[in-house]
T-cell receptor, first 116, second 117 residues
């Protein structure tokens, strides 16, 4: 079974500071990996995804994430935080197929607060 | 183009009543998923549809929960005899299919916020 661990349920940074949100996964085969963002009272918006090409993935709003197989990690970073980045961030995995296992498995989420 | 839409956006019901939640996927998306987001359990998978059939129902928490999809499009999630622990946000997502399997990216709707009193 796949699982996702997000270290830190709440991360607080100053505007302009580096954002680092951690995600580790457990899977027998490297899965598809995703970061989604959720703003208050909204659905989930895809930030970026890892399929199988480049291990450094760039997404929207200046975010990027690096897939490290040896560490089973897919941490999300942004060099300089903006106030508008305040939201909840979810890391998710999906099996590469087989049977009918196409569901996303999510981490518990990390609430990012950006201080002026 | 239009994204995934869900209705109602909010629903308040009394314990023991039945509720129906609706999802309209992105046009042409053959795969449809339901998830539940609650404070205690986070984001949980409920059910996956491919066309009108549901090959994966493994996330439905009890037999009070059921879902159907008609015409390969709209889906309805029904909760019978609602309980207070059913209070949550119910999210729907859809994805297109490539080479016979769902593409990896799922596009989410805004959710239905259900409160059971």
């Amino acid at each position: 079974a796949q699982s996702v661990t997000q270290l830190g349920s709440h991360v607080s940074v100053s505007e302009g500071a580096l954002v680092l949100l951690r995600c580790n996964y457990s899977s027998s085969v490297p899965p598809y990996l995703f970061w989604y963002v959720q703003y208050p009272n909204q659905g989930l918006q895809l930030l970026l995804k890892y399929t199988s090409a480049a291990t450094l993935v760039k997404g929207i709003n200046g975010f990027e994430a690096e897939f490290k197989k040896s560490e089973t990690s897919f941490h999300l970073t942004k060099p300089s935080a903006h106030m508008s980045d305040a939201a909840e961030y979810f890391c998710a995995v999906r099996s590469r197929g087989g049977g009918s296992n196409y569901k996303l498995t999510f981490g518990k989420g990390t609430l990012l607060t950006v201080n002026p | 183009g239009a994204g995934v839409s869900q209705s109602p956006s909010n629903k308040v019901t009394e314990k023991g009543k039945d509720v129906e939640l609706r999802c309209d996927p992105i046009s042409g998306h053959t795969a449809l998923y339901w998830y539940r987001q609650s404070l205690g359990q986070g984001l949980e998978f409920l059910i996956y549809f491919q066309g009108n059939s549901a090959p994966d129902k493994s996330g439905l928490p009890s037999d009070r929960f059921s879902a159907e999809r008609t015409g390969g499009s709209v889906s309805t999630l029904t909760i019978q005899r609602t309980q207070q622990e059913d209070s949550a946000v119910y999210l729907c997502a859809s994805s297109p299919r490539t080479s016979g399997i769902p593409q990896e990216t799922q596009y989410f709707g805004p959710g239905t916020r259900l409160l059971v009193l």
